[in-house]
């Protein structure tokens, strides 16, 4: 067999583990988006002092709950914690 064959088949060879990867890699998004909706619905069950205990409010669930179907709303609830904390944190250094 020559080098141009084996380039010939390499080649036929090559984008296979790229669509795999990309099948795996869409499969693992879905996957996560799926577990962090599950536990975000979980949140929903919470009193609204557990609620406080981790920096978020009864509205940010609500907030969070407008996110198409195909995103994950634990990222909108983290950015909206994190700007509360900012928020505070901000006040609490004009106050002193």
């Given at each position: 067999m ?22 795996l ?8 988006i ?7 619905h979980r949140?929903?069950?919470?009193s609204?002092?557990?609620l406080?205990?981790i920096g978020?409010t009864?509205?940010d669930?609500s907030?969070?709950?407008?996110a198409p179907?195909g995103?994950?709303p ?5 950015l909206?914690?994190?700007?509360r ?9 004009r106050?002193a």
């Open positions: 020559s080098a141009t064959h084996l380039a010939a088949e390499s080649s036929r060879v090559a984008p296979r583990p790229a669509v795999q990867a990309g099948v890699g869409t499969l693992s998004t879905v996957f996560r799926w577990k962090n909706r599950r536990a975000f949140l929903g069950e919470m609204d002092a557990e406080a205990d978020l009864r509205s669930l907030v969070a709950t407008d179907l995103a994950d634990t990222v909108r609830l983290r909206l914690a994190e700007e904390v900012e928020t505070i944190e901000d006040a609490a250094r106050a």
